[in-house]
Structure formats: structure tokens, C-alpha cells
């Protein structure tokens, strides 16, 4: 974890697919009284509506991440806001940089059994993960853990809570840890 000083307009959160990036920050945002943006759902949107497993099939991931820094730009550039980032938003050294510069980092992770579990039960199609989630999570967790923590101001276990839980738990820790004056 970084611990860097000074302010950072936004809330940043970073994790592995599945952790639950996308339904903790519209909770954690109204609960804060900011707003939310989700970045893979911006990046559907500057695509023309296509799905993220589309833009990866279209593009491919280079292509796909490309378009995915430059919305990550463009939100941190933008009012202050809980940011759901995609889970390889922090392979591009220049989006660590911009999430350490611009945001308070909070990186939620799971138990990767737990994370294979929950996303068996969701329709959303992951193309990182296609054939065998658990064992791509496994070599995607290895990958991506220093690159998480080397921008992580805070880190918040989800394994086994509901979302309220998670975003009690963020917004504790960010009262506690003094990472930001007044989180609201």
C-alpha cells in the first residue's frame, strides 16, 4: 500500500473480477453524497453500446485498454466521483500513476473460490475468464496483486459480505485510517 499524502478528489476501486467493483461503487457514492462512475460501463458506451466481451473480441485487449485508459483520464478529470475501475486497469503503468496522482485507492479483494463461485451465478460474460475461471483467476491474482497494492491506500477483504457490508467497512476505513479529511 502507498500511504502517499495529500488529497485526492476521487474514490478509486480496484480489484480482481468479480470482487464487486461495480455494485459497491453506486452505494458507496450515494452514501458518501458523490456520484458514481463505472468504467467498464463507459467504455460499452464510447463503443457504441458494445459489451466489454465484445470490444475484447473486436479489438482485442490491447484495443480494449486503450479505450479503457482514456475513460479513466477522462473520469479523473472529471467531479468528483467513486470510480469502478476495470480489474486490468492497473497493468498500464500510466493508470497507476493517474489512480495515485487523482484518487484514494481502495482495493477490494476476495478468496479466488469465493470469486469463482460468485461469478458462476452471474450471466455477464468475462473474456479474461472464459474456460477455466478459477485457474485464470489464480494466474490473474498473481499477476495483478503487487500491481494492486503498489496504488492501494486502503484494502477491504469482501469475501463473504454483502455489499452494504463492504462499503460500512470502506467508509470506516477511511474515517480511521485519515485517508481523506471527510469522506463525504
Not at 37 to 61: K, M, N, P, Q
Not at 101 to 108: E, G, K, P, Q
Not at 142 to 161: I, K, M, N, Q, S
Request: glycine residues 10%; charged residues 30%; proline residues 6%.
Amino acid at each position: 500500500m502507498t500511504g502517499r499524502p495529500g488529497p485526492r478528489r476521487h474514490l478509486a476501486l480496484i480489484g480482481l473480477s468479480g470482487t464487486g467493483k461495480s455494485t459497491i461503487a453506486p452505494l458507496l457514492a450515494r452514501q458518501l453524497g458523490r456520484t458514481a462512475a463505472d468504467v467498464d460501463r463507459l467504455v460499452e458506451a464510447r463503443c457504441g453500446g458494445a459489451t466489454v466481451a465484445e470490444v475484447f473480441a473486436d479489438r482485442g485487449e490491447p484495443g480494449f485498454r486503450a479505450v479503457e485508459s482514456e475513460v479513466l483520464a477522462e473520469v479523473l478529470a472529471g467531479p468528483d466521483a467513486v470510480v469502478a475501475t476495470g480489474g486490468g486497469v492497473v497493468l498500464d503503468p500510466a493508470n497507476r500513476d493517474l489512480l495515485a496522482r487523482t484518487a484514494t485507492v481502495v482495493w477490494l479483494r476476495a478468496d479466488v473460490d469465493a470469486l469463482v463461485d460468485r461469478l458462476a451465478r452471474t450471466a455477464e460474460e468475462r473474456p479474461l475468464l472464459a474456460g477455466d475461471p478459477g485457474t485464470t483467476l489464480r494466474r490473474l491474482a498473481a499477476e495483478r496483486e503487487p500491481l494492486y497494492d503498489e496504488v492501494a491506500d486502503l484494502v477491504v477483504d469482501a469475501t463473504g459480505l454483502r455489499p452494504q457490508q463492504v462499503v460500512d467497512q470502506i467508509e470506516r476505513d477511511l474515517r480511521a485510517g485519515g485517508t481523506e479529511d471527510d469522506p463525504r
